[in-house]
């Protein structure tokens, strides 16, 4: 079995004057929902054995309060790949990721992310999978499980949505708004 965890950066600034997108900086609303979502993962005692991340600014940021939350660092594998990748970018990237890891933890950028796991999606709690279907707003939870033994074997419509955990899950004064 293994659980394949996304996560979407949270909100930056859309009124920075950065010179690239890359290098988009995270608003204050975006800071406290990525803390909200560490959180949210030492109280579900959920851990990572494989993490890899997008090194765009909004990433690094997202990764930096999440850890806060979370109360321990996060240290990801840095893949330039995952900068706005589509969804068989991110599938290509997860089918790489070493059979002994059991819990990957994949952080970057939609439209690809929200694809991703749409193309994943073969079933799971239907209140999960509505919400999944229906937007994946900034720094959201996704999580699949899949019940392979490696990870080159997860497939388009194999996944199990287990878990799809939005900052206003968590604080209602996290969303929602253009995002």
């Known amino acids: 079995m293994k659980t394949l965890t996304l996560l979407r950066h949270a909100k930056s600034g859309s ?49 930096d309060d999440v850890a806060r939350g979370y109360g321990s660092a996060i240290a990801p594998a840095w893949d330039k790949r995952l900068y706005l990748a589509s969804a068989q970018t991110l599938m290509d990237v997860a089918r790489e990721t070493p059979a002994d890891a059991a819990r990957l933890l994949m952080i970057g950028h939609n439209p690809g992310l929200e694809d991703f796991v749409l193309l994943l999606l073969g079933g799971g709690d239907p209140a999960l999978v509505r919400a999944a279907e229906a937007k994946y707003p900034t720094a959201t939870i996704a999580a699949l499980e899949f019940a392979v033994d490696d990870w080159a074997g997860i497939a388009a419509g194999a996944g199990t949505l287990v878990r799809f955990i939005r900052p206003r899950d968590l604080d209602p004064t996290l969303g929602p708004d253009a995002d």
């Open 15 to 63: 009124d920075d004057t950065v010179a690239r997108d890359f290098d988009r900086p995270l608003n204050a609303k975006g800071r406290k929902a990525a803390q909200a979502i560490g959180r949210h993962l030492r109280e579900e005692k959920l851990s990572f054995d494989h993490i890899v991340a997008s090194p765009a600014q909004r990433v690094v940021e997202t990764i």
